[in-house]
């Protein structure tokens, strides 16, 4: 592969399938990242406590788990890019659902919730976890480059999110939750549409033109990369580092409100900083990597956060000092998951969405236990004791990572 291979843009449909992705990492980031700006207000709406809001995400990430696991097993046989589109749709559908619970003045109305969640997490996992498989299958020589950039398209919805409630969501309305939903699930449906018009045209110059060829090879050893330890442990280190920032993301914002004394936007606020410092790193990415290792990188910047994390929860700093720590949280961490995704699709090129599977596993485990756990700690042993346990979490996941590079293949 020459270096003109790795810098050359995609152009025509090609290009436009590339703009499509972007746009759909913004949505699921916005549909996701809504849930801790929102949080709040949901639980006077639907009048329940810490526990059971973090219990939406834990039932959410239910459908997440079973269709990862599925995905991982059978991913390489479908036509990624129409399954992206799939995905897509059924998040907008859910967003759409979970956006008229207040129009259906239902008395469970809760239950509701947490049943479109389900519907909204098979979505959105769908786009995550073959989106990574599409970047690397479609444009293989510019994988490194274009991943990252992919997932700092993550970051731009990860950070719009908070603003984007906080505009339309009133405390005093609690009925008012399921506005960011609604707005994002009716945004989600043309974009699906254009995906699958995309995928038509775009096809014929992609792996996926012989379908029937790649389903015959993906029949073989569909739990190839499961056999090896190195998955297993790729598949912790991404599990116990998303305790930390699914946790964090949706708990920051109470987190502030109720030690901190921050208002309702001051505190939705700290995740946009948060993750504005995440979408810097990814876009910077691509040329640090070209000046230390992937896996390096990883390490440095994690063992940094934490330390950055404990300086915010113990030292007592007014509200601009408290921002630029959490924007250099941001910085730190931001290019955790688009370097994990780079390190398993890298250990398994021939099986990519299987690879990707292990990441999403990981985020789908991470989302099913690290928020409803922290929402249990904050009501038992308060707020400190639950941020200390991601950043334990977070650093569990550093002492892993070093050791999946050392574990040979068949464990």
């Given at each position: 592969?020459?270096?003109?291979?790795?810098?050359?843009?995609?152009?025509?449909?090609?290009?436009?399938?590339?703009?499509?992705?972007?746009?759909?990492?913004?949505?699921?980031?916005?549909y996701?990242?809504?849930?801790?700006?929102?949080?709040?207000?949901?639980?006077?709406?639907?009048?329940?406590?810490?526990?059971k809001?973090?219990?939406?995400?834990?039932v959410?990430?239910?459908?997440?788990?079973?269709?990862?696991?599925?995905?991982?097993?059978?991913?390489?046989?479908?036509?990624?890019?129409?399954a992206?589109?799939?995905?897509?749709?059924l998040?907008?559908l859910?967003?759409?659902?979970?956006?008229?619970?207040?129009?259906m003045?239902?008395?469970?109305?809760?239950?509701?919730m947490?049943?479109?969640?389900?519907?909204?997490?098979?979505?959105?996992?769908?786009?995550?976890?073959?989106?990574n498989?599409?970047?690397?299958?479609?444009?293989?020589?510019?994988?490194?480059?274009?991943?990252p950039?992919?997932?700092?398209?993550?970051?731009?919805?990860?950070?719009?999110?908070?603003?984007?409630?906080?505009?339309l969501v009133?405390?005093?309305?609690?009925?008012?939750?399921?506005?960011?939903?609604?707005?994002?699930?009716?945004?989600?449906i043309?974009?699906?549409?254009?995906?699958?018009?995309?995928?038509?045209?775009?096809?014929?110059?992609?792996?996926?033109?012989?379908?029937?060829?790649?389903?015959?090879?993906?029949?073989?050893?569909?739990?190839?990369?499961?056999?090896?330890?190195?998955a297993?442990?790729?598949?912790?280190t991404?599990?116990?580092?998303?305790?930390?920032?699914?946790?964090?993301?949706?708990w920051?914002?109470t987190?502030?409100?109720e030690t901190?004394?921050?208002d309702?936007?001051?505190a939705?606020?700290m995740?946009?900083?948060?993750?504005v410092?995440?979408?810097?790193?990814?876009?910077?990415?691509?040329?640090?990597?070209?000046?230390?290792?992937?896996?390096?990188?990883?390490?440095?910047?994690?063992?940094?956060?934490?330390?950055?994390?404990?300086?915010?929860?113990?030292?007592?700093?007014?509200?601009?000092?408290?921002?630029?720590?959490?924007?250099?949280?941001?910085?730190?961490?931001g290019?955790?998951?688009?370097?994990i995704?780079?390190?398993c699709?890298?250990?398994?090129?021939?099986?990519?969405?299987?690879?990707?599977?292990?990441?999403?596993?990981?985020?789908?485990?991470?989302?099913m236990?690290?928020?409803?756990?922290?929402?249990?700690?904050?009501?038992?042993?308060?707020?400190?004791?639950?941020?200390?346990?991601?950043?334990?979490?977070?650093?569990?996941?550093?002492?892993?990572?070093?050791?999946?590079?050392?574990?040979?293949d068949?464990?």
């Amino acid at each position: 592969m020459n270096n003109n291979e790795k810098n050359r843009l995609p152009r025509g449909w090609h290009l436009a399938l590339l703009v499509l992705c972007f746009l759909s990492f913004v949505l699921y980031a916005m549909y996701f990242n809504s849930f801790g700006p929102n949080a709040q207000a949901a639980m006077r709406f639907f009048k329940i406590d810490e526990a059971k809001n973090g219990l939406i995400l834990t039932v959410q990430s239910v459908g997440c788990l079973i269709l990862t696991i599925l995905l991982g097993l059978f991913g390489e046989r479908l036509h990624k890019i129409r399954a992206i589109a799939f995905g897509l749709g059924l998040m907008g559908l859910a967003g759409l659902c979970v956006g008229l619970i207040p129009a259906m003045r239902s008395g469970s109305a809760y239950a509701l919730m947490m049943g479109f969640s389900v519907f909204a997490g098979v979505g959105f996992i769908t786009v995550d976890l073959l989106m990574n498989s599409v970047v690397a299958d479609v444009f293989p020589a510019q994988k490194d480059t274009l991943l990252p950039v992919v997932h700092a398209f993550y970051g731009v919805g990860s950070m719009l999110a908070p603003i984007f409630v906080t505009a339309l969501v009133t405390p005093e309305r609690p009925e008012s939750f399921a506005r960011p939903y609604l707005i994002i699930g009716a945004a989600a449906i043309p974009v699906c549409l254009l995906l699958l018009g995309v995928s038509r045209r775009v096809s014929p110059e992609t792996p996926y033109a012989d379908m029937a060829a790649i389903r015959a090879r993906a029949r073989q050893n569909p739990s190839e990369i499961f056999r090896e330890g190195k998955a297993w442990l790729y598949l912790l280190t991404c599990f116990f580092y998303l305790i930390f920032q699914t946790g964090v993301t949706a708990w920051l914002p109470t987190f502030c409100q109720e030690t901190r004394g921050y208002d309702f936007t001051a505190a939705g606020l700290m995740v946009t900083v948060y993750f504005v410092g995440a979408l810097i790193i990814r876009l910077l990415s691509p040329v640090i990597y070209r000046k230390i290792s992937v896996e390096r990188f990883l390490v440095l910047s994690l063992l940094l956060s934490a330390a950055v994390f404990l300086v915010f929860l113990f030292v007592p700093l007014p509200l601009g000092a408290g921002r630029l720590v959490i924007l250099l949280l941001g910085l730190l961490q931001g290019a955790a998951v688009p370097s994990i995704v780079i390190l398993c699709c890298s250990a398994f090129p021939e099986r990519t969405a299987s690879a990707s599977s292990l990441v999403v596993f990981g985020v789908s485990l991470a989302g099913m236990a690290g928020p409803a756990l922290m929402g249990y700690m904050m009501e038992r042993t308060g707020y400190v004791s639950a941020m200390l346990l991601a950043v334990a979490s977070l650093l569990l996941s550093v002492v892993l990572l070093p050791k999946a590079r050392r574990v040979k293949d068949n464990g």
